[in-house]
C-alpha cells in the first residue's frame, strides 16, 4: 500500500514531469535547435535585471563617452533586426582590462573596456555585440537555470516530500545563481556565433569581422587550454565554423547593407 509520503513524493514527481513537457520544448532562432527551457522568461528577465544592478554596483563603469556611446549605438542597431521579443535592452561599459562581454537575462549587455583590446573597429565591436545579443534572444541563461532546475528538482522530489512551490523557489535561486557564475557551454557559444553572424549582417556589419576577430583573441590569448578543458571553443574551431557560415552571412550582408 502507498503511504501518504510516497504518494506525495509521486504527485510532485509527476508536477515536474507535466511541468517540462508542457513549456519545457522550445526552440532557438536562426538554428531552429530545441531548447528544454521550464523557466518563464519573466523569472528569468527579473533575475537578470537583479545580477545586472548587482554587477552595475559592484564594477565601475566606464566615463569615456566615445566607448560608451559605440557600445550603445552598436548594440541597439543590432538588436532591432534581432528576434526581439521586447526587451528593455541595456549596455554599459565596464572598466575591466579583461578582454570579455557578458550577456545576461532580459538584454541586459556588459562589455569591459578590455574587449577593445581586441575588437579594433566597429565591424569587430559588432560581431561581440551580436554574439552577446544572441545569448539573450537565445534565451540561453534560461536554457542554464531550466538543466539545474531539471536534475536539482529531480533529485529534491525523489527523495523528499517537500512543498513543491517552496522547493521550486529554492531550485531556481540556486540554478539561478549558476546561471551567472558559470560560463556558457560550448554549444550555446556556437549557437551564439552563428546567430550573432545573421544579426550583425542583417544589421550591415561585414560579417567577416567576426573572423578577424577571433583571429585577434587567437594572436593576444597566448597559452590556451586544450579545448576539451574549456567551455568555451577554441579560436581556431570558432574561425573554421564561421567561415563554413560565411556564404550564408555574406548573402543577408549584401542585402542589407547601407
Known amino acids: 500500500m502507498m503511504t501518504k509520503s510516497i504518494r506525495k513524493i509521486a ?7 507535466s511541468l517540462f513537457v508542457l513549456v519545457g520544448c522550445q526552440t532557438a532562432p536562426i538554428t531552429g535547435r530545441n531548447q528544454f527551457i521550464i523557466v518563464s522568461d519573466s523569472q528569468a528577465v527579473q533575475l537578470g535585471a537583479d545580477a545586472y544592478k548587482q554587477i552595475r554596483a559592484e564594477t565601475p563603469v566606464s566615463k569615456d563617452p566615445t566607448m560608451n556611446q559605440t557600445v550603445r549605438d ?12 521586447g526587451y528593455d535592452w541595456e549596455f554599459t561599459v565596464f572598466e575591466n582590462s579583461d578582454p570579455n562581454a557578458f550577456a545576461l537575462p532580459g538584454g541586459k549587455v556588459g562589455v569591459n573596456t578590455g574587449l577593445f583590446q581586441v575588437a579594433k573597429n566597429e565591424n569587430q565591436l559588432a560581431a561581440v555585440m551580436a554574439h552577446e545579443v544572441a545569448h539573450a534572444i537565445a534565451r540561453h541563461s534560461a536554457e542554464r537555470m531550466s538543466q539545474q532546475i531539471a536534475i536539482q528538482g529531480g533529485l529534491a522530489v525523489a527523495g523528499a516530500a517537500s512543498e513543491t512551490a517552496a522547493q521550486y523557489s529554492t531550485i531556481l535561486a540556486q540554478a539561478a545563481t549558476l546561471a551567472v557564475v558559470l560560463p556558457f ?18 544589421a550591415g556589419y561585414d560579417p567577416r569581422a567576426a573572423v578577424e576577430l577571433w583571429q585577434n583573441f587567437a594572436a593576444f590569448g597566448g597559452d590556451r587550454p586544450p579545448e576539451f578543458l574549456s567551455t568555451h571553443p577554441s579560436p581556431g574551431t570558432r ?4 567561415n ?5 552571412a555574406m548573402d543577408i550582408y ?3 547593407r547601407h
Open 74 to 85: 552598436v548594440g541597439r542597431r543590432i538588436a532591432a533586426v534581432s528576434h526581439d521579443p
Open 185 to 202: 557551454g560550448r554549444n550555446q557559444e556556437s549557437e551564439a556565433d552563428e546567430i550573432g553572424l545573421m544579426y550583425m549582417a542583417e
Open 239 to 242: 574561425i573554421n565554423r564561421l
Open 11 to 17: 504527485k510532485n514527481a509527476a508536477a515536474f514531469v
Open 244 to 248: 563554413a557560415l560565411m556564404p550564408k
Open 254 to 256: 549584401r542585402t542589407h
